[in-house]
């Protein structure tokens, strides 16, 4: 089994990257962590020093050095561009059976609002996403065909 893991260091992509790590030991998964860098990014969280080169490798290396304590080996990957279509299009290109995307937990009021990362990537990804999140995971089936 081959997983995208999507990993941008903020806190609700850490649920991915756990449930992505129990995923590989259960099944002697490959995993890629994939960080993308959108066209606005800017140099921190925060939003200041807009223009300078934003945290990615860090944060995918982050989730590497973690996987890595356990047990688990991954290769990194960065993207640029628009995160929904960097992440559709590595997952068609890539041959992967699951994308793995960290949700916020918004809770059914916030899952009317489709236009969030992950809700976007359910919709137009190849294959099947496991969204999750902090209480709970779901895996969703592509929607398109």
Not at 35 to 43: E, F, G, Y
Not at 72 to 101: F, Q
């Amino acid at each position: 089994m081959r997983i995208l893991l999507c990993y941008d260091g903020f806190p609700h992509s850490r649920y991915a990257l756990e449930e992505a790590a129990r995923l590989a030991r259960d099944v002697a998964a490959e995993i890629t962590i994939l960080s993308v860098v959108p066209p606005d990014a800017r140099a921190t969280r925060t939003g200041v020093h807009v223009g300078l080169k934003p945290h990615a490798h860090e944060d995918v290396a982050t989730a590497h050095a973690y996987l890595r304590e356990h047990e688990i080996d991954s290769e990194m990957k960065i993207a640029y561009g628009e995160p929904v279509e960097e992440i559709v299009g590595e997952a068609t290109r890539g041959g992967y059976n699951l994308v793995v995307v960290g949700s916020r937990d918004l809770g059914p009021l916030g899952k009317l609002f489709l236009g969030s990362v992950s809700a976007k990537v359910v919709r137009e990804a190849p294959v099947p996403v496991l969204v999750a999140g902090d209480k709970t995971s779901e895996r969703l089936e592509p929607l398109r065909g």
